[in-house]
């Protein structure tokens, strides 16, 4: 059993930059896949980063690479997200997520098993 808390969220003009916290509890984090997602009203969520067990793999979606950079520290059970140069369109509320194991789709939302209560992000013009 894993239970994630987000933090981090707020306001933002647009270029500006906002870090995530994800705080785990369950020694089972520290054996996972981590993923990041986020969803807007009416609207599934979406992929937007994933990173390894040990932090040494990490894959983004093309929207956000070169602007948000995932990362872990295993030793504190937390995952961050932090975004820079954010727009308007990156409004949306964001979730962090462990990975199912042992195999699946590590952009697929359903092969994720546990999730935040998630965090929101708004990015002003």
């Known amino acids: 059993q894993v239970h994630l808390e987000e933090s981090g969220g707020g306001e933002v003009q647009a270029g500006g930059s906002l870090r995530l916290s994800c705080e785990a509890s369950?020694?089972?984090?520290?054996?996972?896949?981590v993923g990041w997602f986020r969803q807007t009203p009416g609207n599934d969520r979406v992929f937007l980063a994933t990173?390894?067990?040990?932090?040494?793999?990490?894959i983004y979606t093309g929207s956000v690479r070169g602007r948000f950079t995932i990362s872990r520290d295993n030793v504190k059970m937390a995952a961050f997200l932090q975004m820079n140069d954010l727009k308007p369109e990156d409004t949306a509320i964001y979730y962090c997520?462990?990975?199912?194991?042992?195999?699946?789709?590590?952009?697929?939302?359903?092969?994720?098993?546990?999730w935040g209560q998630g965090t929101q992000v708004t990015v002003s013009s």
């Open positions: 990173i390894s067990m040990r932090g040494d793999h990490t």
């Open positions: 997520a462990v990975f199912r194991p042992p195999k699946g789709d590590w952009t697929a939302p359903s092969d994720y098993t546990y």
């Open positions: 369950g020694r089972a984090f520290t054996r996972a896949r």
